[in-house]
Every structure is written in structure tokens, then in C-alpha cells.
């Protein structure tokens, strides 16, 4: 993008004893947000990369005129949150947003729907993973005395739905439940687990042996209408895994049904157990399927293929 990284590191390190209050009294989001808005006049573009940071400076663009500000390209996690839909349109903050880049369609409708964007200003987006490292040809693959079936992550999941699919399945079951970006408590924390099931915590080189080792992964989610659980579902599709997914309004833009993984119905433990023992009963579909969902991620979600859209997305506000 030719841009300079603003992040609160640096705009703490520079504040004043004002900017100090603002911290203490609003949160470091609101602090960030004010020192964009302040450096308005010196750029085309300012990118925020979520409306944590993105609803202040919305908000705080009002105050000036709209031809003395950069444009404004906010990227959209989940903007339907209630209370953040009731702020954004009870304060008009529309006008203050110029592109809005989602990473689902059902967040791209809530826009377009829900605020009356124009469909020009809202971009869909697939999110972005490390190809070069999650990559089978980094490993190899364990040996193993029974298929392994792993899982990863703690945002929204629906893992009481798949400790029951599992339970019957000759294979050994390995949980990841931890996530870096995550703030909830693991549902597993106490529960009583098949004896197939084993739950860890693992570093990014560990997660990536494991799904190296693993047949299928399985992405048990609960009803949601953003993309929770994208990061690992990228991840081991970039390792060339079959995908075993919850179908939800916010979960169907990735996985292609039948071409790069499954899908099954919420809450349905029935129809997960009978997808994934469909797939470690058939390597050379699994085999497809993941070499399909590679091809996909390094077409559409490689993180170098994510920078240029994204900066393709700035320019055009530019001109």
C-alpha cells in the first residue's frame, strides 16, 4: 500500500497527557481512532482493520468536513453485533465509512441491507493464511496405529456437537482449544470426554504437525452470521485436508460442498460422524478434496494475494 503502520505501540509512544486521558477514559480503540483522525489532512486513504477502530473514526469524522478528510476503508469483522448495528446507524455513521471490506456474504447483506450502503461501497474479502507455511511438504506426517481427526479453536464452536459424533469412531480425536484471538472460555473445560478424545494446547508449529497427521478436520460451529472459525478452516485447507463444516449464514462462502469439503447441518451429530467416517472411508476423495481446497486458498487466501486486494481496494478510493 505504500503506507505507514500506525498502531497503538507508536501512538503511545508519542501522545500527550491528553492523549494519555483519552486511553484512561475511552479505551485504546478510541485512542487509536483519534490519532487517525487528527493525521486526516496528511493521507489519501487511512485503512482501520476493524470497527473497533473503525466506528470511532467514523464517528470522530463528523466533526470535521467531509472534504478535509483521507477516505475511509474499514475492514468489517461483524458489524451486526446489536449493539454495534444501533451505535453505527443511530449516529449516521455511514457517511464516515467509504469502503467497507467484509469477509463473508452474510456480513456484506447486514451492510447493504441494514444501513442502506450502496453495494459499490461494501467488498467482499476472503480472509488470508500463510501458504508457504501451513504446507504439507513443512512436515511429516506421523505414524499413526488409527486415522487422527482434529479440531481447532475456541471462537463460537459447537464441540458438544462433535464430542458425540466422534465417540463411535475408530480413530483418534485431537482438540486444539485455544485461539490468539479469542476471549471466551472453552466449553470443554470439565467436560466428560470420549475415551478417543484427547484436547490440547498447541503453538503454530505443533498445530501444523497436527494437521499434517489428521485425515479430516472438523469445524463444529454454532449458529453465526460472521466468519468464525475461518482461520482454521484456511489452515488446513492450505495443508490439503478435507474440511468437515457446520453449515451457518456466516460460514458458507469458503468451503465449496463437494469440492473442497462438507458440510453438515447444525447441531446434527448424526450427519457429522457420517461425513467424516465417509471421508476416512474414501482416501482418494479426501485426497481430492484437499488438493482442491490448496488450489483455492492459494488462489484466493494466500496473505500476498490478500495485501495486493486490499491495496487494490485503497487505490480505488484515490482516484
Given at each position: 500500500?505504500r ?20 486511553e ?6 478510541v ?6 483522525f ?11 482493520d ?10 470522530l469524522?463528523?466533526?470535521g ?12 469483522h461483524i ?18 465509512v467509504?469502503m467497507?471490506?467484509?469477509?463473508c ?14 453495494q459499490?461501497r ?5 480472509f ?8 504439507i ?7 499413526r496405529?488409527?486415522p487422527?481427526?482434529c479440531?481447532?479453536?475456541?471462537e ?9 459424533a466422534?465417540a ?6 485431537v482438540?486444539?482449544?485455544?485461539s ?11 467436560a466428560?470426554?470420549?475415551g478417543?478424545v484427547?484436547?490440547?494446547r498447541?503453538g503454530?508449529?505443533?498445530l ?16 453465526v ?23 451457518t449464514a456466516g460460514?458458507?462462502d ?8 462438507l458440510y ?19 482416501p ?9 481446497a ?5 488462489e484466493h487466501?494466500?496473505?500476498d494475494?490478500?495485501?495486493r486486494?486490499?491495496a487494490?481496494?485503497a487505490?480505488s478510493?484515490?482516484r
Amino acid at each position: 500500500m505504500r503506507a505507514d503502520l500506525l498502531d497503538y505501540g507508536a501512538v503511545r509512544a508519542r501522545q500527550n497527557s491528553v492523549g494519555a486521558l483519552i486511553e484512561r477514559c475511552f479505551g485504546a480503540n478510541v485512542m487509536l481512532a483519534l490519532a487517525c483522525f487528527r493525521r486526516r489532512l496528511d493521507y489519501d486513504v487511512i485503512v482501520t482493520d476493524g470497527e473497533q477502530i473503525g466506528i470511532p473514526l467514523a464517528a470522530l469524522s463528523k466533526l470535521g468536513r467531509r472534504s478535509t478528510r483521507a477516505k475511509h476503508m474499514m475492514v468489517v469483522h461483524i458489524l451486526s453485533v446489536p449493539k454495534k448495528a444501533l451505535l453505527f446507524r443511530a449516529l449516521r455513521l455511514r457517511s464516515g465509512v467509504d469502503m467497507f471490506v467484509v469477509y463473508c456474504s452474510a456480513q456484506k447483506r447486514f451492510v447493504i441491507d441494514r444501513f442502506g450502503v450502496d453495494q459499490r461501497r461494501v467488498a467482499l474479502q476472503p480472509f488470508m493464511v500463510d501458504t508457504r507455511f501451513f504446507r504439507i511438504a513443512e512436515t511429516r506426517p506421523s505414524e499413526r496405529a488409527r486415522p487422527v481427526i482434529c479440531a481447532a479453536g475456541l471462537e463460537r464452536r459447537d464441540y458438544a456437537t462433535m464430542l458425540h459424533a466422534v465417540a463411535d469412531i475408530d480413530a483418534d480425536v485431537v482438540i486444539a482449544a485455544a485461539s490468539p484471538w479469542s476471549k471466551r472460555n472453552s466449553e470443554l473445560d470439565g467436560a466428560t470426554l470420549p475415551g478417543n478424545v484427547s484436547v490440547v494446547r498447541l503453538g503454530l508449529f505443533e498445530l501444523r504437525q497436527l494437521y499434517a497427521d489428521a485425515s479430516v478436520v472438523v469445524m463444529p460451529l454454532q449458529p453465526v452470521d460472521f466468519q468464525a472459525g475461518i482461520t482454521t478452516i484456511l489452515e488446513a485447507m492450505s495443508m490439503e485436508r478435507p474440511v468437515v463444516c457446520t453449515a451457518t449464514a456466516g460460514q458458507d462462502d469458503t468451503v465449496v460442498e463437494g469440492e473442497t469439503g462438507l458440510y453438515v447441518p447444525h447441531a446434527d451429530a448424526a450427519a457429522m460422524q457420517q461425513a467424516i467416517e465417509q471421508l476416512l472411508a474414501s482416501p482418494d476423495d479426501s485426497a481430492r478434496l484437499g488438493a482442491a481446497a490448496r488450489a483455492w486458498v492459494v488462489e484466493h487466501a494466500d496473505v500476498d494475494v490478500y495485501a495486493r486486494d486490499l491495496a487494490a481496494l485503497a487505490d480505488s478510493l484515490r482516484r
